[in-house]
């Protein structure tokens, strides 16, 4: 199986910072990368797909970036509704898999 | 606009089933592949099971291979999961979601809470 390991668990950062979180795949998953936001008590929402491909009706301030097996979802100028938890995702192969989140809460 | 609605969550004896159902519209049902993903409580997401467009193929993770199957009725609009021998480690949040054009699973219902305990 893939493992995606993701960093940080969790972090706190201000209104109007910029912050990164990474997530490092086991193996070659190509592109084949996304990552969700999720906010208390409610479904995922995708933000990135293709590792680097802006959902419809996602801010600009996100962006995904990938090097090698290294991907990163950065987030600029935060705002309070950036708080949540954020999950990276490979659907390169069966068992798709998740990385094990990062709480991002704005101070 | 899409909809995925969850139902048949609760509370289940270890041992016995459950069956889940996942009622879509504001989309063409039968053209995406469509997969179940829980969440344990204050856990990860984990993949479940996925089912292609048209019911030919399904894929699922260890821990449930044997025990559940994914399944679809493309006339109702309906994705189901039935979910067997159920153990304690199987209390979670179930998500349906929708794999659209670009592979991903770009949308979800808001999740039926399974409960598993004597």
């Known amino acids: 199986d893939i493992q995606m390991t993701q960093s940080p668990s969790s972090m706190s950062a201000s209104l109007g910072d910029t912050v990164t979180i990474n997530c490092l795949a086991s193996?070659?998953?190509?592109?084949?990368l996304s990552w969700y936001q999720q906010k208390p008590g409610k479904s995922p929402k995708l933000m990135i797909y293709?590792?680097?491909n802006l959902e419809d009706g996602v801010p600009s301030r996100f962006s995904g970036s990938r090097s090698g097996s290294d991907y990163s979802l950065t987030i600029n100028s935060l705002g309070y509704d950036d708080e949540g938890i954020y999950h990276c995702?490979?659907?390169?192969?069966?068992?798709?898999?998740f990385g094990s989140g990062t709480k991002l809460e704005i101070k | 606009e899409v909809q995925l609605v969850e139902s048949g969550g609760g509370l289940v004896q270890p041992g016995r089933s459950l069956k889940l159902s996942c009622a879509a519209s504001?989309?063409?049902?039968?053209?995406?592949?469509m997969a179940w993903v829980r969440q344990a409580p204050k856990k990860g997401l984990e993949w479940v099971a996925t089912?292609?467009?048209?019911?030919?193929?399904?894929y699922y993770r260890d821990s449930v291979k044997g025990r559940f199957t994914i399944s679809r009725d493309n006339a109702k609009s309906t994705l189901y999961l039935q979910m067997d021998s159920l153990r304690s480690e199987d209390t979670a949040t179930y998500y349906c979601?929708?794999?659209?054009?670009?592979?991903?699973?770009?949308?979800w219902g808001q999740g039926a809470s399974v409960t598993v305990s004597s």
């Open positions: 995702h490979q659907y390169y192969e069966y068992p798709l898999t």
């Open positions: 293709g590792a680097t």
């Open positions: 193996q070659d998953i190509g592109n084949y």
């Open positions: 504001g989309f063409t049902f039968s053209d995406y592949n």
């Open positions: 089912i292609s467009y048209d019911g030919s193929s399904t």
């Open positions: 979601a929708s794999e659209g054009l670009r592979d991903v699973m770009d949308a």
